[in-house]
């Protein structure tokens, strides 16, 4: 196979997007790193989008899936008892909600995240009786005509072609007014504002890292003060947790320092540990009050997607091993990004764990340091309501030497690009 693009051209449809960053054939890929056509080796610091936060084909997940299709087991079961659904299920409840003393029952809601997040709409509104949702600036909860509506970038919502994007409110994430303003404030005066024109809400639903969005991280105060307001408000309180889970930001659920309880949590990305398609609706108990068949997906439940996703649970999660190890990963991280952001006036760091970037203040400036990058040999893409914010997903299992060197590749690409603009500014 050679990087003939060819076929792309003439079938692929126009909405195709992360491959015009990477014009290449990749064929192989393992751990963190990815082998195109030609035979050269990229550093993977994009992971799938945080879809695959043990790297590429861990071996351990990929020995359980190959004894499983071996064995015949089953790969498709609807929403049927199977033994590999019992095992995953058995894995999440002893090792992940058990130790935070969490109870949700787990809804298998089809393939990707933004099926989860409209299975949180529906049931918030079926249970709550109300239609308005409170969603965030900066969001990305998906691009199906619900999630989408929580979603407010304007590029995205532009997809819809003018469709209904209606019986959603957005109101100020934290800082997105500016470092003064209180937000939690602003929307609380606005709740209790009769003439407002923010009818009762259903649900409060947010990001505590925005992955989309530009790496705004909330901080445990304003993820407190939204739990609080959103039961003041007799509303729900919904935490997408879809690209800030799973380890991601240092703890398994980005929230968990902060203590709230979300009455609904969104999973998916990370969730198989593998790459497949694989997402889930965590609900309280009191509010699983679905009748059979009343939400449902042909794919909910990726039976192959529940034998990694065990192994994924059993093998990191089983101690606080590898959330140690991520605490140092996320200190050399923030290191390496100083270092970046010091070469550029005005440049920041934003987010949190291994879900950190640098602002660099312009979309055309950070579109050719991961451009860049790419051409030394690293995957790296952008975030932000205008593409302004170099963002790294590496994985979480990433070797210390690779992580190093990848960091290292960046920060060469942004002192060529420097240059390069110095040279043509003179």
């Given at each position: ?101 969490m ?133 729900l ?29 969104t ?8 790459g ?8 309280k ?110 994985a979480?299992?990433?070797?210390d ?5 990848g ?12 240059e ?7």
């Amino acid at each position: 196979m050679t990087n003939d693009f060819d076929i792309y051209e003439r079938r692929e449809s126009a909405a195709r997007s992360y491959c015009r960053s990477f014009p290449t054939t990749f064929v192989k890929a393992q751990g963190s790193e990815m082998t195109d056509a030609d035979g050269n080796t990229y550093i993977d610091f994009l992971a799938g989008c945080s879809s695959l936060n043990y790297g590429h084909n861990d071996p351990d997940m990929k020995s359980a899936l190959i004894d499983h299709i071996t064995a015949d087991g089953i790969a498709h079961g609807l929403d049927m008892h199977t033994d590999a659904k019992a095992a995953f299920l058995t894995a999440y409840e002893e090792k992940i909600l058990k130790p935070r003393g969490m109870d949700y029952k787990i809804m298998m809601t089809g393939p990707t995240g933004t099926n989860a997040v409209e299975a949180a709409m529906k049931l918030a509104r079926k249970v709550t009786g109300r239609r308005n949702i409170i969603s965030f600036t900066n969001g990305f909860h998906g691009m199906t005509m619900g999630s989408l509506s929580l979603t407010g970038n304007i590029g995205k919502r532009n997809g819809a072609g003018g469709g209904h994007l209606g019986d959603v409110t957005h109101l100020p994430y934290e800082h997105s007014m500016g470092e003064g303003v209180d937000t939690l404030q602003f929307i609380e005066a606005m709740l209790n504002n009769s003439s407002s024109g923010v009818d009762a809400p259903a649900a409060f639903i947010f990001e505590p890292v925005q992955g989309e969005g530009g790496l705004n991280a909330a901080s445990d105060e304003w993820m407190q003060g939204v739990a609080k307001l959103a039961k003041e408000h007799g509303a729900l309180l919904i935490v997408d947790d879809i690209q800030s889970g799973c380890g991601r930001t240092g703890t398994y659920f980005a929230f968990e320092k902060a203590g709230i309880e979300p009455d609904m949590i969104t999973q998916a990305k990370s969730l198989s540990g593998f790459g497949l398609p694989f997402a889930a609706l965590l609900i309280k108990p009191e509010h699983d009050i679905w009748k059979p068949a009343e939400h449902n997906g042909t794919f909910r439940g990726n039976t192959h997607a529940f034998v990694t996703g065990r192994v994924a649970i059993e093998k990191f999660w089983s101690d606080n091993a590898f959330q140690d190890e991520l605490a140092a990963k996320s200190t050399v991280l923030t290191t390496a990004l100083q270092e970046i952001a010091d070469l550029i006036p005005g440049a920041r760091l934003k987010g949190r764990g291994l879900m950190q970037g640098v602002d660099v203040g312009s979309g055309e400036l950070a579109s050719k340091i991961c451009a860049r990058a790419f051409e030394k040999g690293l995957i790296i893409e952008t975030s932000g309501a205008d593409d302004e914010v170099v963002k790294v997903l590496a994985a979480l299992t990433i070797k210390d030497e690779t992580f190093r060197k990848g960091l290292g590749l960046l920060l060469d690409a942004t002192r060529d690009v420097l240059e390069t603009n110095k040279i043509a500014a003179e």
